[in-house]
């Protein structure tokens, strides 16, 4: 799987069975989450492949602190110097790069398939956290990024609305893999209902997941279908 551009300014970056994001605006690079360990060469090529060089990826930004997305992020940062944010609730699990707090398989899902993409006891390389999200913030970079809250896949877990491009990144709140759908476990799965309502709630229209293919255009309308009010009886 290679680069590939989502919408205008959105690079979908694929780390293994997860995907990274690379947002271009004119004060510089942002990446979205940083998937699997090893997979830095892959976003290196991606910003590179702009016509840009590697000290000006500025700020790395995680849905949350699972390994298959900050797997090759102290990798990144050693090579760009991009300045790190996370929610705080994920912030001890990248700093210790593990173990990771359990989950339990999504209802229908057996336990072998919630382990193809996460292991508790998993170790990754730790990152260190510069800036803390705080729910309800706006990030003041790349034209500003909404941050919402969403546990229940993962305490610690936020989505990222992008203003300009109007797109959602939605971190592991659903997956995109066969079909919109749940993610592979949850911490609270009560909590990751209501954060899946949220963010059908909303208005946006390009979706980025971190599993699965991207939604370039009408996002919000299928998420409503899903999710929305009316299915939620
Ligand atoms: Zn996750
Ligand atoms: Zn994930």
Known sequence: ???????????LVPMGMANAFL?????GLALIDAGFPGKQATVFGAIRGLGRSLDQLKHLIFT??????????????RETGARTYMHPLDIPMAESGGPFRPMRAAPGLLRQGCNLLFHPDERVEPVAIDQPLTAGEILPLAGGFEVIHTPGHCAGQVALLWRPGR?????????????????????NLNDGRASQRKLASLSFNAAGFGHGAPIARDASTRFRDEWGEKSAA
Do not use: R, T
């Open 167 to 187: 797109m959602l990144f939605v971190g592991d709140v659903y997956m995109n893999l066969m079909g919109l759908g749940d993610p592979v476990g949850f911490e």
């Open 1 to 11: 799987m290679a680069v590939k551009c989502v919408i205008e300014g959105v690079q």
């Open 64 to 77: 949350h602190g699972h390994p298959d997305h900050i797997g090759s992020a102290a990798a990144i940062v």
């Open 23 to 27: 947002i271009e605006a004119d004060d």
